[in-house]
């Protein structure tokens, strides 16, 4: 069993953004990402299944379909093939879950 305190994890930086992996494995990847304000991530997951919880803060995430606001407690799932871009607006940490195809 792993065990983690988030609150111990968060780290952020005004260059880029800080992932700390928690867990990774054949079938799934668990990041904690910490990003500042205008910071955006995601991008390169297009091909994986992906689980957000946001875990504080505030931000959007960006589909084909447009730009939807997202805060603390948001809960996001995106299918594969599916683009997504996740932007902090203010000081933001989420889980996120990655997911491979197959």
């Known amino acids: 069993m792993g065990e983690f305190k988030l609150e111990d994890s968060i780290k952020f930086s005004e260059e880029n953004?800080?992932?700390?992996n928690l867990y990774d494995s054949q079938k799934v990847c668990v990041d904690f990402l910490c990003m500042e304000e205008g910071q955006s991530a995601l991008e390169d997951t297009k091909d994986q299944?992906?689980?957000i919880v946001i875990n504080s803060g505030s931000g959007s995430v960006v589909t084909d379909e447009g730009e939807q606001d997202v805060e603390e407690g948001t809960?996001?799932?995106f299918e594969s093939s599916e683009p997504r871009t996740l932007k902090a607006k203010t000081k933001l940490t989420a889980l996120v879950t990655a997911i491979p195809k197959g």
């Open 17 to 20: 953004i800080v992932s700390t």
């Open 49 to 51: 299944k992906v689980i």
């Open 75 to 77: 809960f996001v799932l």
